[in-house]
């Protein structure tokens, strides 16, 4: 799952951290100064955690654009929420509401239960089945269903290889370890930077959600369409 964390707390930024530590996680945090809430590329993540130090109703503002754009998960942190607020928030598009000081085990069950519903609503939807993803080993590159071809690098092609020979299928993490020589115990992060990457390039290449998901306590999953064009095979010379 990735993560926006916009926060000036470094507490909470290290809450947050320690969380998402054991899971298929991939956290970004932005101070307030360094983005604006509501414009941040929100398809390059699957859940916005927002703690920001401003009035009520800027917040809400904040929320509600972000759910304008998006149906990426919401979740706030604040000091304190009366009622109607708690309301107002909900309709404005958060997805849980949290007071600080925040508590370990309700924002694991708070993350759990966006991780559960994100994955849910990925799954491919029947309109978009036939319309396939096509990687083509021999170019060394990304077909999108609609035509649009994305240019891979040798570790892009080697993380997503095994994905589309097994799709619809959670696959293990050292399993997609290919782009490295060795699986070692940093191969687990550079996974995540490398997907991470991949997702961001192909979704600002064709503008719209690339179907490869995180499979939470196990590695990744393609849930779209897929084709493999696989690479020439040499022809031996005559005797």
């Given amino acids: 799952m990735r993560i926006a964390l916009i926060s000036d707390n470094p507490h909470l930024a290290r809450l947050v951290e320690q969380v998402t530590a054991g899971r298929t996680s991939l956290v970004n945090h932005l101070r307030t100064s360094e983005c604006v809430p509501a414009n941040i590329g929100l398809s390059h993540f699957d859940l916005v955690i927002l703690d ?13 654009e972000i759910r304008r754009r ?15 607020e708690r309301i107002a928030a909900r309709k404005a598009g958060a997805c849980n509401l949290l007071e600080k000081p925040v ?11 966006i991780s559960y519903l994100s994955n849910t609503a990925m799954q491919p939807r029947e309109a978009d089945r ?23 690098s040798s570790a892009e ?27 070692t115990p940093t191969s687990s992060r550079s996974l995540d930077v490398v997907i991470s990457k991949l ?9 719209e959600p690339f179907p490869l998901r995180s499979a939470r306590g196990i ?21």
């Avoid at 036939?130 to 891979?152: H, I, T």
Wanted: glycine share 6%.
């Fill in 52 to 64: 920001l130090c401003t009035s009520r109703q800027q917040e809400l503002n904040i929320v509600s």
């Fill in 70 to 84: 998006s149906l990426i998960g919401i979740i706030l942190f604040t000091e304190y929420f009366s009622r109607e």
């Fill in 103 to 113: 508590h370990v085990e309700e924002l694991n069950a708070a993350l759990a239960n």
């Fill in 130 to 152: 036939g319309k396939a993803w096509v990687l083509d080993l021999e170019s060394q590159s990304l077909v999108a269903p609609a035509g649009q071809v994305v240019p891979l």
């Fill in 157 to 183: 092609l080697a993380v997503l290889e095994p994905l589309f020979r097994q799709t619809h299928t959670p696959m293990k993490r050292e399993d997609l370890h290919g782009f490295r020589r060795n699986w």
């Fill in 199 to 207: 997702r961001s390039k192909v979704e600002l290449e064709i503008a």
């Fill in 219 to 239: 590695g990744y999953i393609f849930v779209g369409t897929a084709r493999l064009i696989a690479r020439q095979e040499a022809i031996p010379a005559a005797l």
